[in-house]
């Protein structure tokens, strides 16, 4: 039994032990050929450092000890971008899973403060140009509250309710 217990628990062997972590990864996606950041981050390299540089000044992510914010990000935009598992990522990085966790969430309740600044609620009007061609009509249903006024209003499809219903 103390066999087992000291097996499991004291004697760990080391995993992650490649040279190649995380920081080398980010290094390659942005020293490297362009295609590389597109491919790997889904992002250009220019477009990716705006976005870090952005995070850390507006103090939405800081550098850890072991870990900068370019690498952060790159966790996150790497596990989004490919779909990859946090064992995968795990490999990829040399961090272990909790640790990818970790950062993965902080990017992302990062990602989700600064949407709320960037990002606003659609406009509700009807564009005239859509409002004046008689081509979009059938998308819309004519509701007469009054003899002098008409509102147009979007149908909605009566099997998405009752589908949204469903669950």
């Known amino acids: 039994m103390m066999a ?7 004697a760990k062997e080391r995993v992650h032990d490649s040279i190649h972590g995380g920081e080398s990864f980010v290094r390659d996606c ?3 050929h362009r295609r590389n950041s597109f491919d790997l981050l889904r992002m250009e390299p220019e477009m990716y450092q705006l976005l870090c540089n952005t995070l850390r000044e507006k103090d939405f992510l800081r550098n850890t000890r ?27 990085f040399q961090h272990s899973g909790e640790t990818i966790s970790r950062h993965f969430n902080a990017v992302l309740n990062a990602i989700c403060k600064l949407g709320l600044e960037y990002i606003t609620m659609p406009s509700t009007d009807t564009p005239l140009y859509i409002r004046s ?8 249903k004519v509701k007469l509250f009054s003899p002098f006024l008409s509102l147009f ?4 499809s009566e099997q998405c309710i009752v589908g949204w219903e469903q669950f």
């Open 4 to 10: 087992y217990y000291y097996k499991m628990y004291v």
């Open 30 to 32: 942005l020293e490297g």
């Open 66 to 92: 072991n870990i900068s914010v370019e690498e952060q990000v790159a966790i996150f935009l790497n596990t989004v971008g490919h779909n990859e598992r946090n064992r995968a990522t795990q490999h990829t």
């Open 133 to 140: 061609q008689s081509r979009f009509f059938p998308y819309f």
């Open 153 to 156: 209003v979007l149908q909605y």
